[in-house]
């Protein structure tokens, strides 16, 4: 079965930090730029991170610029999000998944299919 699994959040207060990770299962994700999205209450999905195939070239938007970071194993098939300086904006489902492009954002469904169950991150203020 081809799926994702992220993990990693929780409950924190501002400025606390969390490193989210992404499992992939069932097909390798070496081949595939990655992204992490988040979807807050009653928002639309937001990317805001990508990482390349290669792990060389990361984007990030503006609002986690400089306290997010993507890295990926694809040794150990994951991919990960460290954030620091977490804010209570930051709370949101986070969820991972494959993209066309490292700085698109756009969705590829040919890799992993549907969404995980995301993993949810909580920042009190």
């Known amino acids: 079965q081809v799926r994702l699994v992220e993990s990693g959040g929780g409950l924190v207060q501002a400025g606390e930090s969390l490193r989210l990770s992404c499992a992939a299962s069932?097909?390798?994700?070496?081949?595939?730029?990655m992204g992490w999205f988040r979807q807050a209450p009653g928002k639309e999905r937001e990317f805001v991170a990508g990482?390349?195939?290669?792990?060389?070239?990361?984007y990030y938007t503006d609002s986690v610029k400089g306290r997010f970071t993507t890295s990926r194993d694809n040794a150990k098939n994951t991919v990960y999000l460290q954030m620091i300086s977490l804010k209570p904006e930051d709370t949101a489902v986070y969820y991972c998944?494959?993209?066309?492009?490292?700085?698109?954002?756009?969705?590829?469904?040919?890799?992993?299919?549907?969404w995980g169950q995301g993993t949810q991150v909580t920042v009190s203020s």
């Open positions: 998944n494959a993209v066309d492009a490292y700085n698109s954002g756009r969705y590829y469904s040919n890799a992993f299919g549907s």
């Open positions: 069932g097909r390798t994700l070496t081949m595939f730029a």
């Open positions: 990482i390349s195939s290669s792990g060389i070239r990361t």
